[in-house]
C-alpha cells in the first residue's frame, strides 16, 4: 500500500510548508530588527532605573537635611540598643535599681554589662565615649604615644635593641658565625585608676539633672589628670612609669635601659652666650629613624622661654601652626604642651624630644566600671569608677632629653 505523501511527491505535489524557502538575507534582516528593538527596550528601561534612583537619592536628601535642622536622632536599631543601655545605668546610677541592667540581653549589646567581680557594672557607651573623648583631648603624651587595647593584667613588649653580625667574604673565605640580635621583654603592667565623687539623692531625684554627662566630666577630669601625671613622672608603683623615673644619662656615654640627655650649658637655665644651641643638638642627639616622627614635649613656662629664641640669622626658632587645631613647630617639629613637665631649674629636664610612638607603650582595658554605694556617706551617694592603665618606655633609643645643667 502507498502513502498519500509519497504518491503527491510522485504526482509532482510539494507540500505549501516546503514550497518556497526563505531568501537567504531576509532572516538576516529579521535578526536584526529584533536585535534593534531589543537594544531599545534596555536603554528604555535603564533610563527609567536612572530616574527612580535620582529621585530616590533627592527624597533621602532631603530627610536628611530636615533631620539635621530638626535635630532628630538617628533611626537605627544600634541607637534603640544603646539607648536602653544608657537608660537602665542612668536608672541604675539615680536610684540603685539594677533590674534593667539584669534584663538587657548581654548579646545584642556593644559592651557587656555582666557584673563584674567586685560588684561593678560597665558604663554605657555613650557615657564611655564622652570619658575616652576627654582623655584624648587632655594634654598628655597620650595624644603621641602607642596606645592599646589590652584583655589581660600586663602587656608585653619585645624590642629587638641590638645589631645583627656581619662579615665581609669572597667565594674561597670560610663563614664563620657571627653575632645573634638580642631581644628584650618589656613588661607593662596595668594598675587600677579609681575616682569617687558623690552627689546627694536630691540631686538625683532631679529629672532635669544629667547624671550621665556630669558623672563622665568628674571621672574624665580626675583620669586625664592622674594619667597625664604618671605617664611623665610616675615611679611605677601602683601607676604607670614615667619616662622621667628613668636614669638619665649624658647622651656621649648613653646605654639601653636610660634616656640620653644633653645639657643646656647653664645650671637651671639655657646658656647665655648661645642659647638656642642645646635644642639643635636634642634634635640631632636623636637618632634619623626616630626623627621623622618626632616631637617636643615641655610645660607652658617652658615654651614662653623656647619661643624667644632666634637662630644666627635672627630668625625665629618657633612657629605657630598655620591651621586650625595643627601643633606650634620648633625648627619644624611639633610641640606638645604637657603641664606636667617640670619646670626650668637646676638638673631637671624640662625639655623631651623623640618618636613617642615607638618610645613609649600605653596598655589600658577598654572597660570602665562604676559602682554605686548609697550607704557610706549618707544622704549622699558615692560612685566608685575605676579602670586599668598601664604605661613604660619602650624603647630607650626614641627618646632624649634637655637637661638644664652645666655638664
Not at 539594677?98 to 538587657?104: A, E, K, M
Request: proline share 5%; net charge negative.
Amino acid at each position: 500500500m502507498t502513502h498519500p505523501e509519497t504518491k503527491a511527491r510522485a504526482g509532482g505535489v510539494v507540500p505549501a510548508a516546503c514550497s518556497t524557502p526563505s531568501a537567504p538575507g531576509t532572516a538576516a534582516l529579521d535578526m536584526k530588527s529584533a536585535l534593534a528593538g531589543l537594544m531599545t527596550d534596555l536603554t528604555t528601561f535603564r533610563a527609567g532605573i536612572s530616574t527612580q534612583l535620582k529621585a530616590q537619592e533627592e527624597k533621602l536628601n532631603m530627610l536628611d537635611r530636615k533631620t539635621a535642622l530638626a535635630a532628630r536622632p538617628t533611626l537605627s536599631a544600634a541607637t534603640d540598643l544603646d539607648l536602653s543601655h544608657k537608660q537602665a545605668f542612668g536608672g541604675y546610677l539615680r536610684n540603685g535599681d539594677d533590674d534593667g541592667l539584669r534584663d538587657l540581653d548581654l548579646e545584642s549589646k556593644s559592651m557587656s554589662t555582666a557584673m563584674d567581680a567586685d560588684g561593678g557594672y560597665l558604663v554605657d557607651p555613650q557615657t564611655s565615649g564622652a570619658i575616652q573623648s576627654v582623655l584624648r583631648s587632655n594634654a598628655s603624651i597620650r595624644a603621641i604615644s602607642t596606645v592599646v587595647n589590652v584583655e589581660s593584667n600586663s602587656y608585653d613588649v619585645l624590642v629587638d635593641h641590638s645589631e645583627l653580625g656581619y662579615t665581609w667574604t669572597n667565594e674561597t673565605s670560610s663563614l664563620t658565625e657571627t653575632t645573634t640580635p638580642v631581644i628584650s621583654r618589656i613588661p607593662i603592667p596595668l594598675h587600677e585608676l579609681s575616682a569617687l565623687p558623690k552627689a546627694s539623692q536630691r540631686l538625683l531625684d532631679d529629672s532635669a539633672f544629667d547624671i550621665e554627662s556630669w558623672l563622665a566630666s568628674r571621672i574624665a577630669d580626675k583620669f586625664a589628670r592622674a594619667e597625664a601625671s604618671a605617664f611623665i613622672s610616675g615611679d611605677g608603683l601602683d601607676k604607670p612609669r614615667g619616662f622621667l623615673s628613668h636614669p638619665q644619662v649624658d647622651n656621649a656615654s648613653w646605654a639601653w635601659g636610660s634616656l640620653g640627655y644633653v645639657a643646656s650649658g647653664q645650671s637651671g637655665d639655657f646658656s647665655s652666650t648661645a642659647p638656642s644651641d642645646p635644642i639643635i643638638e636634642l634634635v640631632y642627639a636623636l637618632d634619623a629613624q626616630y626623627r621623622a616622627n618626632a616631637s617636643f614635649v615641655m610645660n607652658s613656662k617652658t615654651a614662653g622661654a623656647v619661643r624667644k629664641m632666634k637662630d644666627a640669622d635672627g630668625r625665629f626658632l618657633w612657629a605657630d601652626g598655620l591651621a586650625a587645631g595643627e601643633p606650634a613647630r620648633l625648627m619644624g617639629y611639633p610641640v606638645l604642651i604637657a603641664e606636667q613637665m617640670p619646670d626650668i631649674a637646676a638638673d631637671s629636664a624640662a625639655i623631651a624630644f623623640g618618636d613617642f610612638a615607638a618610645g613609649y607603650t600605653i596598655a589600658e582595658r577598654p572597660d570602665l566600671r562604676v559602682l554605686r554605694d548609697p550607704f557610706s556617706a549618707k544622704p549622699h551617694v558615692l560612685f566608685y569608677a575605676t579602670k586599668r592603665v598601664g604605661g613604660d618606655v619602650s624603647d630607650f633609643a626614641a627618646i632624649k632629653l634637655l637637661k638644664f645643667s652645666a655638664s
